[in-house]
Nanobody, 121 residues
């Protein structure tokens, strides 16, 4: 089991910055990578960003490229999502998830409880 706890959400204005964190505990060695997802009211949950524990390789959904940065601290088993120049459409509950797949497969098994991000215009 891997336990994930997100933090850092809040109410911000458009154009502001926010940093989310996701602390992992438990069988963290079973996790190949970590992902960030979000779910806006009335919408499906969508992928935001992904980072591998080993080499820190990343990829993002197009709508956040150039604004969001995912990073990691292996010593703390923590990943971060730096959100810059946020927009109202970034509003939603942000979740981190542990990917136990591998290079050829993405398999998100463990999820955090989520943290609310609200961006006012």
């Amino acid at each position: 089991q891997v336990q994930l706890v997100e933090a850092g959400g809040g109410l911000v204005q458009a154009g502001d910055s926010l940093r989310l964190s996701c602390a992992a505990s438990g069988r963290t060695f079973s996790s190949y990578a970590m992902g960030w997802f979000r779910q806006a009211p009335g919408k499906e949950r969508e992928f935001v960003a992904h980072i591998t524990w080993s080499d820190g390789s990343t990829y993002y959904t197009d709508s956040v490229k150039g604004r969001f940065t995912v990073s990691k601290d292996n010593a703390k088993n923590t990943v971060y999502l730096q959100m810059n120049n946020v927009k109202p459409e970034d509003t939603g509950v942000y979740y981190c998830a542990a990917d136990v797949g591998g290079y050829y497969e993405t398999k998100y098994v463990y999820w955090g409880q989520g943290t609310q991000v609200t961006v006012s215009s």
